[in-house]
């Protein structure tokens, strides 16, 4: 007697069950006609109730006006054989609006026109929402290291560097020597040892940690630097990876020795620190992410900066160098003995006395 063949499912009963457990939906259109066959899953994925007579007119109108050209590029490509795929916002009747990712196929035919097409629509939402997070995330950090105008760093749970931003402008080393250990050559001889064998030490006992060593610049010349890490941890597992910076106290320090009061930024200081460095407007524009319209009437008096804006400012000065000061006598601005020569233009630098102004 013969066996029974197995009483294996349909693909039908493979559709349902991904349309249950994704956001994903599947339909076919008749471009030369507008009409679509749809399955539950699209509709679902649209948040659009099941509707017989839904076409491609109405299907584009749904589209956000931005999107549309985008979303009607696709059919002309799909025409020529080539699968298209393309990320578009839906705005309901109630404003409500979500992502949706089309994929669109040709379906080849012996004969006649090559109108019909097959496609998935998945809702992307929640996926799009988590990206922007991440770049708002990200971006939000790059700023607060811009403002800070500290290395900002990123080590994987082993203690391996994965991003030292802002450390090749002040070392020289490249990428390929950053990695495998190779950042801790730029560490002063006498340091160095003292250095990892405390990193090591953190990343076993999965502990904060807080070092100062000497640090070698460009010039060659080593300067006082403080490493700060955190290790990341999820729901209060083992790390994840390390964060961390990087601070030039040797600035600070130089910085403190010469105040006796709270630095300040005035107009004449602004152009004072711009002369030191040999900067155009431009230039300070570049360095401070700030734009060289607002410099420029600032420095007329014609302007106002908020304090996220000075701090920008004040924060590019000083990676070149430039303290501003501020005391009973006046302000100032002074330029470090520690700064490297590089941070002054080709014609300044044996400017590096004091430039008082008394206080308005």
Known sequence: MPAKPP????????????ERFTSIGFWNADMATGAI??????????????????????????????DQEDFRSIFPLARTGMPVSREVRLVHADRASRWIRVDIDQVKQNDGPQDLVVGVVEDVTRERRSRAAVVRERARLEALVRMTGEIFWVADASGSILDLKGWKEITGQSEAEICGGGWAEAI????????????????????????SYRLRYRDG???QVTLRGMPVRFEGEKPIEWLGTIQETWRLEDAVSFNDGDAVLQ??????????????????????DVSCATIRRYETGEGHLKETTISAITAALLRHGIILTSSSMGIGVKLSKNA?????????????????????
């Open 188 to 211: 002063h001889s006498e340091d160095r040892q003292r250095v990892v064998e405390e990193w090591s030490s953190a990343i076993g006992a999965a502990s904060p940690y807080t070092v």
């Open 267 to 288: 107009p004449q200081q602004l152009r004072a620190a711009r002369a030191m460095l040999g900067w155009s407007a431009d230039e300070l524009a570049q360095e401070s």
């Open 221 to 223: 010349e080593y300067r």
């Open 7 to 18: 009483n294996f499912v349909s693909s039908r009963h493979y559709i349902e069950m991904v």
């Open 37 to 66: 066959r749809a399955t539950r899953g699209f509709f679902k994925a649209m948040g659009l109730a099941p509707d017989e007579g839904f076409g491609l007119g109405t299907w584009i109108s749904l589209v956000h006006p931005d």
């Open 340 to 360: 490297p020569l590089a941070s002054m233009g080709a014609k300044r630098q044996a400017f590096v006395d004091i430039h008082a102004f008394p206080k308005s």
